[in-house]
Every structure is written in C-alpha cells, then in structure tokens.
C-alpha cells in the first residue's frame, strides 16, 4: 500500500547528541512537510519541501535541520538535542497540485524522540 | 494571522452520548480537513469539506462546512469507546494568502469514551 513511513518509531537520545530522523513515501508527492507535536497539542509545522525547495517557518529553531535528497525521502536532523525537544515528530506529504494553495496532508506514524 | 479556535479542548463522556466539536475563524479557508490521532500514532484523515454549507457523513460522525467557509463542526451520534482520541481541525488557506502551502490547525479536543 502507498503510505508514509517513519523511521524509527522510537529514538532515545542523550541531550546535546545529533539525532536523525527519517521519513519516506510512496506517494510520489511533491511536498513533504515535518513537524513537532507535543502532549494532546496541534502539530506545529518546522518546515517542508515543494520538491527540492526548502521552506522554513520563522519560529523554527536553528537546532532542526532538514534534507530531501530525492522525491521519496525526507531527513529531519536535530543537531544538539535539548530537553525541550522531547516529542512527537510526524512526516506529512501532499501532492502539491498546480493551482492549489495546499492538499490534503497525509501524515506519517511518528518518531517519539526521548531527550535524556 | 490565520487562526483556527478548536473547542471544547477536553471532553470525557458516557458510551452512547453524543457529542459536537467546534472550529472556528474569522479567516475564510479554501477547505478544512478534520483529522483523528491515536496515542502514539500519526493523525489520520476523516474528511475533507470543501463547498460552504456542505454537509459529510461518515458513518456515526456528521461534518459540516460553515456558509461563509470559515467554521466547521464534527458531530458524533452515540459515541463508542473506539471514538476516544485527539481530534483536529486543519483550515486550507485560500490562494494568495500568506499562509499558502501550509495548513493551520486548531488546538485540537481530546475526547475519552468511557464504557
């Protein structure tokens, strides 16, 4: 089945140590999208590809990162983990159609990063 | 600034109630999507309305588009303990707005479901 995969489901990391996520599709959508969500709140959007642009939301600390290097998967990287960085990181993809200010957002599984 | 206002943000019921979530703005959306989350998953998709004033069922939950496209409403008819969740409203900014290319979720309402 074409969906959004996420790995791994898990990550435990000790603060200050790099930790990579991963994130890849079989969609074939051009936009992928990254994002924090915290206890029982709205996902808060880092930043997301249109293809191989990167469009990054201002509040996005310098501490997150993010490559694609091709259509199908995405790299979200947190450089010196903090405790505050302790969440829920969900992947998304949309198709991205001309015309169309957004789509419907398809959202990965997760990864649920522990900060020690 | 593009805002959604989800409410109620908690809500804890009996099996068999029936129960409305709100979202409003005073922004018009393109679309709104509504959205449900199981702990430790990813927020999956229930349903997309686009038309003001359109109505969607899906099975036991009814959602409706506001006329002027700017509030949505998630109603469920005797709700199951498999409704318990966190629920959230996403807005489709129209073409042009700065917000393009990006959703804007409410906050969000976790619903439990006792039996």
């Known amino acids: 089945d074409a969906m959004v995969i996420q790995n791994p489901r898990y990550q435990v990391t000790q603060f200050g140590k790099p930790v990579t996520l991963s994130c890849s599709q079989t969609?074939?959508?051009?936009?992928m999208y990254w994002y924090q969500q915290k206890s029982s709140q709205a996902p808060k959007l880092l930043f997301h590809?249109?293809?191989?642009?990167?469009?990054n939301e201002a509040d996005t600390p310098d501490n997150f990162q993010s490559r694609r290097p091709n259509t199908s998967f995405c790299f979200l990287d947190i450089r010196s983990p903090g405790l505050g960085d302790a969440a829920m990181y969900l992947c998304?993809?949309?198709?991205?159609?001309?015309?169309?200010?957004?789509?419907?957002?398809?959202f990965g599984p997760g990864t649920r990063l522990t900060v020690l | 600034t593009q805002l959604l206002e989800q409410s109620p943000q908690f809500l804890s019921i009996q099996e068999g109630e029936n129960l409305t979530v709100y979202c409003n703005s005073s922004?018009?959306?393109?679309?709104l999507q509504w959205y449900r989350q199981e702990p430790g998953e990813g927020p999956v998709l229930l349903v997309t309305?686009?038309?003001?004033?359109e109505v969607k069922k899906l099975k036991r939950l009814t959602f409706q588009f506001g006329d002027a496209r700017k509030d949505s409403s998630l109603h469920i008819t005797a709700a199951q303990p498999g409704d318990t969740g966190l629920y959230l409203c996403?807005?489709?900014?129209?073409?042009?707005?700065?917000?393009?290319?990006?959703?804007?979720f409410g906050q969000g309402t976790t619903l439990q479901v006792k039996p």
């Open positions: 969609l074939n959508h051009n936009v």
């Open positions: 922004s018009v959306f393109s679309s």
């Open positions: 309305v686009v038309t003001g004033g």
């Open positions: 996403a807005g489709e900014p129209p073409p042009g707005s700065s917000n393009t290319g990006k959703l804007i």
């Open positions: 590809y249109y293809d191989k642009d990167f469009n």
């Open positions: 998304a993809t949309s198709k991205g159609t001309v015309g169309r200010s957004t789509d419907t957002q398809y």
